[in-house]
T-cell receptor, first 113, second 115 residues
Framework: QKEVEQNSGPLSVPEGAIASLNCTYS??????FFWYRQYSGKSPELIMF????GDKEDGRFTAQLNKASQYVSLLIRDSQPSDSATYLC?????????????FGIGTKLQVIP | GAVVSQHPSRVICKSGTSVKIECRSL??????MFWYRQFPKQSLMLMAT?????????EQGVEKDKFLINHASLTLSTLTVTSAHPEDSSFYIC???????????FGPGTRLTVL
C-alpha cells in the first residue's frame, strides 16, 4: 500500500464548477497535511495545509481532513482555467524521525473553459 | 516571504562529469533542506534530508557517494551529482523549512540533462 494515494486523473471540470480532489494516507499517526499545486515544468507551490479534523477555508480553496478515515481532500470553488495543474497531496508521517513529507503522485486537474 | 532559489535552473553536461546545484533560502533561515528528484509524469521522490551542520540523511536506494549534499549554513545547501550518467537526467528540486513550521517551501527546480 502506498503511503499517500491519489487518483492521477485527469479530472476534468467545467469553468465555474467545484473541483474535488481526494487523497488517502496509510500512516494513522500522521500529523500534518498539505496540498501543493504544480504547473507543468515548474516546482510545487503550497496552497494549503491542515492539521486538525474538519474544514479549513482559504478563498476559493477548502481543505477537509478526516483522520479517522485517513482521508484529506481539497475543494476548489468557481474553478478557473488557471487552476489547471497537478495537485499534490503531501503528508507528514509520524515515522521517520525527522520532518520529511511524503507526496502522492498528484491529480491532474483540467478546467474546461 | 519564504523564497527559495536554485541555481542553475537548467544544466546540460556530458556523461562522467559532476554537476553542483545550489539551493538558497533568501528571506529565512532554513534549519532543514530537502532534495527531491522528479522524473516525467511521476511524483516527487525525496532523495535526502539535510540539517545545517550535520550529515545528510539519505532515502533508501539513493547513493550518498553519488549525490553529495552539503548544508554548510542556514541559508545554503548544495547537491553535487558526481560522475553523472544519462539516467541521472531529471528535475531536481530543493525545499526548505524553518524549525518552527511543517511547511516546506520549494525552489524553482533544476533541470539536469546528461548527454
Amino acid at each position: 500500500q502506498k503511503e499517500v494515494e491519489q487518483n492521477s486523473g485527469p479530472l476534468s471540470v467545467p469553468e465555474g464548477a467545484i473541483a474535488s480532489l481526494n487523497c488517502t494516507y496509510s500512516d494513522r499517526g500522521s500529523q500534518s497535511f498539505f496540498w501543493y499545486r504544480q504547473y507543468s515544468g515548474k516546482s510545487p507551490e503550497l496552497i494549503m495545509f491542515i492539521y486538525s479534523n474538519g474544514d479549513k477555508e482559504d478563498g476559493r480553496f477548502t481543505a477537509q481532513l478526516n483522520k479517522a478515515s485517513q482521508y484529506v481532500s481539497l475543494l476548489i470553488r468557481d474553478s478557473q482555467p488557471s487552476d489547471s495543474a497537478t495537485y499534490l497531496c503531501a503528508v507528514n508521517p509520524i515515522s521517520g524521525g525527522y520532518q520529511k513529507v511524503t507526496f502522492g503522485i498528484g491529480t491532474k486537474l483540467q478546467v474546461i473553459p | 516571504g519564504a523564497v527559495v532559489s536554485q541555481h542553475p535552473s537548467r544544466v546540460i553536461c556530458k556523461s562522467g562529469t559532476s554537476v553542483k546545484i545550489e539551493c538558497r533560502s533568501l528571506d529565512f533561515q532554513a534549519t532543514t533542506m530537502f532534495w527531491y528528484r522528479q522524473f516525467p509524469k511521476q511524483s516527487l521522490m525525496l532523495m535526502a534530508t539535510s540539517n545545517e551542520g550535520s550529515k545528510a540523511t539519505y532515502e533508501q536506494g539513493v547513493e550518498k557517494d553519488k549525490f553529495l549534499i552539503n548544508h554548510a549554513s542556514l541559508t545554503l545547501s548544495t547537491l553535487t551529482v558526481t560522475s553523472a550518467h544519462p539516467e541521472d537526467s531529471s528535475f531536481y528540486i530543493c525545499s526548505a523549512r524553518t524549525g518552527t513550521s511543517y511547511e516546506q517551501f520549494f525552489g524553482p527546480g533544476t533541470r539536469l540533462t546528461v548527454l
